[in-house]
């Protein structure tokens, strides 16, 4: 029993002072050369036996008949695939840690108009999460602040770096949750007409706010934004009213996404929908509307009981078929690193392995507006890229190296050390 | 007080075998995924009167039988789920930290349209459990994915042994501790609790003992311990009836849970989630309990921060009887996607990988002998693949249930809810994903107005 | 124990003529009739379900049917009702339900939380000593509401919990609560309730908790059956009240009646009797279309519930929309609402022909009305005639079937001769859509009702809170108090009128109003130099409104006022 309470003793102290446990040791920068690979450029095609350059965190050459320059180290990538690194276009990474700890939670601030809310500034360089994540190819997620009417303002972030600054990939957008006239969930019992009256007054809120914003550029243009009284949540919204800023506008159900593209058109606003889980009942309109989409989690349950089973799996080729711009997001914290998986899916129930990888990859960059620098494996975007044993989507295959921002990083986590450390324990069962 | 016997007799068979229709089909031509012999090429499955009757070459269908062509497609036995909470109508009795007389198989739900999306990922049988409230939960459920009967009793698995759910750490704590202030607020007041509970239900077991060594002399004037159907399901559990299937997740508690065990004769253990049991993988494998796991869930909450998705692997290496579980109605539709996970965490072989979700589950339940691979007498479940299951390309096409199809891709309209609400306005509703941990289920009352 | 025996043996209570004085037994007087004779003239008689007098006449006396037929001599001290053309049947019986007993307070237990899960059997609603008859209160509008429908007499329990307590027949009138009593302690009512908090909490607590108690009753009535014969050398039994007042469903002596509205709970009752064997029925089933093989096999009788989903007309709606667009393509939306409404009208219809599936199965069945309104009662039962069910049966369902399982057929459920006369008068065929009641007769004595007059057309939703008149506002915002008054004319959902507005000394036209329940909506244009909207939102309660006052731009501004008293 004492032994056994010594024990216990020992792992609680491993537990609380366990933050510093395990550290992952830090990534190598300098000139790298990948020969001998396959690469899937995404963008111009397959290039067999190729090499990547990679220097000064930009991807220097690509190509079949490269020099590779003095002093780059060089990784034999023979029988391997290099990939663009994927790009989740949702998740709360970096906000949240621990998910039913509200002290480990960051991504919901109280307050219903809060745009000027940064996620980035909350961002935690040292989550255990983001190793978690990249080794599986993962390098680059936006995440989002959730709650109210405009939660507040999403950042898209690179999974290696010691300040959110580090971390940044370029593209900050403004968060909309739009008025939902759909019930939350089983436990939703509100009446029909109640669903329909908050949606109303939410409608009207969301329109008083957009028109306060308007209001507020007539005036700061007309004064050169002297003189403007301290109004945050207004500065936040000068950009988005003035198409300068992405509004990321979540949305789910098949009467919402219709109204939110009609609110979309009439006020101008240069959106993104994201959600769209029932993006397949109005793909004519969404296609139509010329509004990209990021779509997610695909592995997830019908939204309505009488749906075909498989409607969460085909929405995203459903969408891309009828002409939508598609990315694919997981929505996730602890379980981006699926977001190949969710990509796989989508490819299997009708988008097809080509479309998918897209999604994940060059098309969120591109409404990111962030295609100059990631999405594909192209001479001077940044190095975001990862070796493969094989097929990146499916399940078993293995992630050999991965790159952000030039820096290679170590293939370890958590999980991988816990493995190392447990796969045959030492002492086993007699002490 | 013969009486009380019989009624006690009938206690233990709670479960009335049922006449089920059962059906014949013959899968030509597929490759057959046995899980314990091997992959058999070009085969084909014979099922008759709902039982696997032959696997072999050129079979040829007695006549008025399904003939299904697998040319090209994967055979492989029908999934198993040993941690579901589909099918249920309450999940969670949480009103006291000991529960064991109820059982979710009093609350069955086969109207739940769960069911038929669990069978399009291929899910022949659950394992529908009571919830984690509690650190001695209700008993659960076997069930067979019979999606179509409206009688409850037609969705059990007639003659699967009793399964209990216990709970340790976070969940049973939070809310008989944090709740309502009784223990166990902590993981020493979890163990404090079970231990007392057998105890009890020792001391009940002797005394009836002893009264009915005594009863046998006709002038005995005795009074009959008085009955209690928690203290007889407790009882059941000493006596080897039941096998515990327990929520755990720190090393530490599952290392104390065979510590009681042991104390009390215990040896059907079999642990759920367990997402620390790579670290006590030897002692799990000494003890001869399974663990169930998540393929990769993780950092949910505190107790489970500090996890793996190797975990399936180093069990399985280290010679645990390990399966990957759902606990959700989510997971449940690609379970053989969560099993390939262990491919890519640990490079588990193809035989490896499905047995965590075939025979390795049904080991777990007490059911191998019936199901769980594809062998001649076995029951005639089996999901049909495009594509090789553990890959990410594969689709389920075809699910038979007691050699009945009762997923078929080919066949497969939008709406299949049994008993539509007569009510709900059809344009305006929507069902957000259903929240993944259902283990907590029916305890939201304990959590409001505090 | 003798005692306790008594008090379990059903007790009879056939209401003795001449013991009641007829003190106050009108409705609407406090006059005593002047006669307890009354002879029904010249009426079709449906003595029972098939079986009918034409022209007959009744005649009732202190509360008996003393004589039925065509050819019956009316004494002179007799009350003539003359009901040429008019039809009469036994009174009703509803097989299950709540009449006429009093809902308990809602007590506000000290909420011990330690204690939810040992809670007291009162709070975990295990009160099975309760009776109905005790909780009983003819002036209940219940008694009311079923009486104008026909009811005569209810197999009433009491509310709440998994064992509310034991059902009492009752009459639906009477000179006070107890007169109502008919036969006291006749089930042990039943339900899968959850104490709410406490164990048990949900289905599988309920369950659980009831083998629990049956077994522990099961032992202790056979511990004290023992001792009574010879308690020499015997242990006293420990004495419970909650446990003795189950004995009589051990012993079978007393029926548990189970509340069992969907399919589910209907299976379940059917397990719970299949494990412990009880005696059951079950009561005001909504969805046993299914579980007719399953219930045949258990033999438990069935009262089948009238609160149904509404009805919907189905062909009438499509006609429609062929005429309008005939020549469009259906989108996809449409066609999948389309098979959506197909299925929920499939759905709908199993719910209308349950009696008749019943009927057809051979299962014994009455009605139970429980849920259902009272309003909708004659419809539903119309339409579930439309669906499959004879008339025949249908009156069957409501007089000699529940009177049959209920124990009752000696004293109701026909038109006969020394029957209680309970009887329901109708201006034309009950069945029939436009048929209304015009006496009811409840132990003898008459219940007037005036026949329907035709529905007045209700205005267009006009359900809004009358608002017309001149209100007095004041409000607050940032550059300070406005005040002024609002003048609304017209009916709701037609107001126009005018506000000034302290401000700049403007009155100004309103438009855009809205009338939804007690709030007034509407906008007008403020000319500050540039014209600016502003929305008026005013929740009224009586003669005083809170609400707001918004400008787009600005915000929104918290306003109050009151209505003028002399408009």
């Given at each position: 029993m004492i032994k056994n309470i010594k024990n216990i003793l020992t792992l609680v102290l491993a537990l609380t002072t366990g933050l510093a446990f395990g550290q992952i040791p830090s990534a190598e920068t300098g000139t790298f050369a990948l020969t001998n690979a396959k690469i899937e450029t995404v963008t111009n095609g397959t290039i067999q036996n190729g090499i990547v350059i990679i220097s000064d965190g930009k991807i220097a050459e690509v190509g079949s008949n490269v020099t590779i320059p003095q002093g780059a180290k060089t990784i034999?990538?023979?029988g391997m695939t290099i990939y663009p690194g994927m790009i989740d276009g949702g998740t709360q990474v970096g906000l949240v840690e621990v998910s039913s700890d509200p002290r480990t939670r960051d991504n919901n601030e109280i307050g219903d108009v809060i745009p000027h809310i940064q996620a980035l500034t909350a961002v935690n360089p040292s989550s255990v999460i983001h190793p978690v994540t990249r080794v599986?190819?993962?390098?680059t997620v936006l995440t989002m602040p959730s709650g109210g009417l405009f939660p507040g303002t999403a950042a898209l972030i690179n999974l290696h770096g010691y300040t959110p600054d580090q971390m940044y990939a370029g593209f900050k957008g403004v968060v909309l949750n739009f008025p939902t006239t759909g019930r939350r969930g089983r436990w939703d019992r509100r009446s029909d007409d109640d669903i329909k009256k908050a949606a109303e007054k939410a409608l009207k809120q969301l329109n008083d706010v957009w028109a306060k914003a308007t209001q507020y550029h007539k005036i700061d243009s007309a004064t050169n934004g002297k003189d403007q009284p301290y109004y945050p949540e207004m500065k936040a919204l000068l950009p988005v009213v003035r198409g300068e800023m992405k509004l990321l506008v979540n949305v789910n159900s098949a009467n919402d996404i219709k109204e939110a593209l009609k609110w979309i058109e009439k006020n101008g606003a240069d959106a993104v929908l994201c959600g769209v889980s029932e993006g397949w009942r109005a793909a004519e309109d969404i296609a139509k509307a010329g509004v990209p989409v990021i779509t997610g989690p695909v592995l997830s349950n019908p939204t309505r009981g009488y749906d075909r089973y498989d409607r969460p799996y085909a929405n995203a080729g459903a969408m891309q078929k009828a002409g939508v711009k598609v990315a694919i997001r997981t929505n996730e914290v602890e379980n981006a690193r699926n977001l190949p998986y969710h990509a796989g899916f989508a490819a299997t129930y009708g988008m097809g392995k080509e479309e998918a990888l897209k999604a994940v990859t060059i098309v969120p960059a591109e409404i990111f507006g962030v295609s100059d620098m990631y999405g594909s494996i192209e001479k001077g975007k940044v190095a975001n890229l990862f070796v493969t044993s094989g097929d990146p989507f499916e399940t078993k295959t293995q992630i050999k190296y991965v790159f952000i921002d030039g820096w290679n990083i170590p293939m370890i986590s958590r999980h991988t050390q816990l493995y190392e450390e447990y796969l045959n324990r030492a002492p086993g069962v007699e002490k | 007080m013969k009486k009380i016997n019989i009624i006690i007799a009938l206690m233990l068979t709670v479960t009335f075998v049922m006449a089920q229709k059962k059906g014949s089909v013959l899968i030509k031509s597929g490759t057959v995924l046995t899980v314990t012999n091997g992959t058999l090429e070009n085969t084909d499955v014979l099922i008759r009167d709902g039982k696997i009757s032959k696997i072999g070459k050129g079979l040829s269908a007695p006549s008025g039988s399904k003939i299904i062509d697998a040319s090209g497609m994967f055979v492989m036995p029908g999934i198993i789920d040993a941690h579901s909470h589909l099918?249920?109508?309450?999940?969670?009795?949480?009103?006291?930290?000991?529960?064991?007389?109820?059982?979710v198989g009093d609350a069955l739900d086969p109207l739940d349209v769960g069911i038929y999306q669990a069978l399009a990922g291929g899910v022949t049988s659950a394992h529908s459990m009571h919830g984690s409230?509690?650190?001695?939960g209700g008993q659960c459920e076997t069930v067979k994915f019979r999606y179509g009967e409206i009688e409850p009793d037609k969705l059990r698995m007639a003659g699967a042994p009793r399964t209990i759910k216990f709970a340790l750490g976070e969940n049973p704590t939070r809310v008989h501790g944090s709740g309502n202030g009784i223990q166990p607020r902590t993981r020493m007041g979890v163990e404090h609790v079970i231990r007392s509970s057998f105890q009890q239900a020792k001391e009940y077991k002797a005394a009836w003992d002893e009264y009915n060594a005594k009863k046998k002399d006709k002038r005995y004037k005795g009074k009959a311990p008085a009955y209690d159907l928690r203290l007889e399901t407790l009882a059941d559990i000493l006596r080897g009836d039941i096998i515990i299937h327990c929520h755990s997740y720190r090393a530490d508690e599952i290392y104390m849970l065979m510590q009681v065990c042991k104390d009390y004769g215990i040896k059907r253990l079999v642990f759920q989630h367990v997402n620390e049991g790579f670290k006590v993988a030897p002692e799990l494998a000494k003890f001869g309990a399974g663990a169930s796991v998540f393929a990769d869930w993780w950092a949910y909450k505190f107790e489970v921060y500090y996890s793996t998705a190797y975990n399936a692997a180093i069990l399985t290496k280290n010679g645990v009887t390990t399966s990957i579980n759902s606990d959700s109605g989510e997971l449940i539709r690609h379970l053989y996607h969560e099993a390939a996970k262990s491919q890519k965490y640990g490079g588990l072989t193809d035989d490896q990988a499905l047995s965590l979700i075939t025979i390795n589950p049904a080991k777990q339940l007490g059911i191998a002998d019936r199901v769980g691979s594809l062998e001649e007498g076995k029951e005639g479940d089996v999901a049909i693949f495009k594509n090789h299951p553990l890959s990410i390309y594969a689709i389920p096409t075809v699910t038979i249930v007691d050699g009945i199809v009762r997923f078929d891709r080919e066949n497969d309209p939008a709406d299949m809810r049994l008993y539509p609400d007569p009510e709900e306005k059809i344009d305006v509703t929507l069902w957000e994903a259903e929240d993944h941990d259902r283990c907590m289920a029916n305890t939201e009352f304990l959590f409001t107005d505090k | 124990m003798r005692k306790r025996d008594s008090l379990f043996r059903s007790v009879i209570l056939t209401l003795l003529i001449g013991l009641v004085p007829f003190i106050g037994w009108s409705q609407d007087s406090d006059l005593k009739p002047v006669t307890n004779k009354y002879a029904i003239k010249n009426a079709t008689i449906v003595q029972a379900p098939g079986k009918t007098i034409q022209n007959g006449t009744i005649l009732i006396e202190n509360g008996i049917i003393k004589a039925v037929g065509s050819s019956v001599t009316i004494p002179a001290d007799a009350w003539v009702?003359?009901?040429?053309?008019m039809f009469v049947y036994a009174g009703f019986i509803s097989g299950l339900s709540n009449i006429g007993v009093k809902k308990p307070e809602d007590k506000d237990g000290g909420d011990d939380r330690k204690l939810t899960g040992t809670p007291t059997d009162e709070r975990a609603g295990i009160t099975p000593g309760n009776s109905a008859r005790e909780m009983l209160n003819v002036s209940d509008k219940s008694v009311d509401d079923f009486r104008k429908l026909g009811f005569t007499a209810s197999h009433s329990v009491p509310h709440n919990g998994m064992l509310p307590g034991t059902g009492t027949i009752i009459i639906l009138g009477g000179d006070n609560d107890q007169d109502m009593v008919v036969k006291d302690q006749v089930t042990m009512y039943s339900q899968f309730s959850g104490a709410g908090g406490v164990y048990p909490n949900t289905v599988i607590g309920v369950m659980a908790k009831y083998r629990d108690l049956y077994r522990k009753a099961s032992q202790a009535s056979d511990y004290q059956n023992k001792y009574n014969a010879s308690p020499n050398g015997m242990e006293r039994p420990a004495p419970n009240a909650t446990l003795e007042a189950l004995y009589p469903i051990v012993s079978k002596q007393m029926t548990v009646a189970f509340k069992a509205e969907g399919i589910k709970d209907v299976m379940r009752a059917i397990v719970l009797q299949r494990d412990l064997g009880f005696k059951m029925m079950l009561g005001e089933v909504k969805q046993g279309w299914d579980a007719i093989p399953a219930i045949k096999a258990t033999g438990a009788p069935v009262f089948l519930s009238l609160d149904l989903p509404e009805w919907k007309e189905q062909e009438k709606k499509e006609d429609k929309d062929d005429e309008e667009k005939e020549e469009k393509e259906p989108t996809e939306s449409e066609l999948e609402e389309k098979a959506l409404q197909e299925r929920q009208y499939a759905m709908i219809k199993n719910y209308y022909t349950q009696a008749g599936k019943f009927s057809s199965n051979g299962v014994k069945f009455g009605f139970s009305t429980m849920e259902v309104k009272s309003k909708d009662f004659r419809t539903n039962l119309l339409k579930v005639i439309e669906n499959g069910l004879s008339e025949d049966k249908a009156l069957a369902a409501l007089t000699t079937e529940p009177a049959s399982i209920l124990g009752l057929s000696s004293l109701m459920g026909t038109i006969e001769t020394g029957k209680m006369a309970n009887l329901v008068v109708s201006d034309t065929a009950y069945f029939t859509k436009d048929a209304n009641v015009r006496y009811v007769f409840v132990d003898g004595i008459k219940y007037d009702f005036e026949a329907k007059k035709k529905k007045k057309k209700k205005s267009s939703d006009g359900e809004g809170v009358d608002a017309a008149g001149v209100w007095n506002y004041t409000t607050e915002t940032p550059q300070g108090n406005g005040s002024g008054v609002i003048t609304l004319k017209g009916t709701p959902g037609d107001y126009s009128g005018t506000i000034s507005v302290s401000f700049n000394g403007s009155t100004n036209e309103i438009e855009n109003v809205e009338v939804d329940g007690n709030n007034v909506s509407f906008s007008f244009k403020l000319n500050m130099g540039e014209e600016i909207t502003v929305d008026i939102s005013m929740d009224i309660d009586g003669d005083t409104f809170e609400g707001t006052l918004s400008v787009a731009a600005f915000g929104s501004f918290p306003m109050e006022g009151s209505k003028e008293p002399n408009n």
């Open positions: 034999d990538c023979s599986n190819g993962v390098t | 099918a249920l109508d309450a999940v969670n009795e949480a009103t006291s930290p000991v529960t064991a007389e109820v059982w409230a509690n650190a001695i | 009702v003359d009901a040429d053309s």
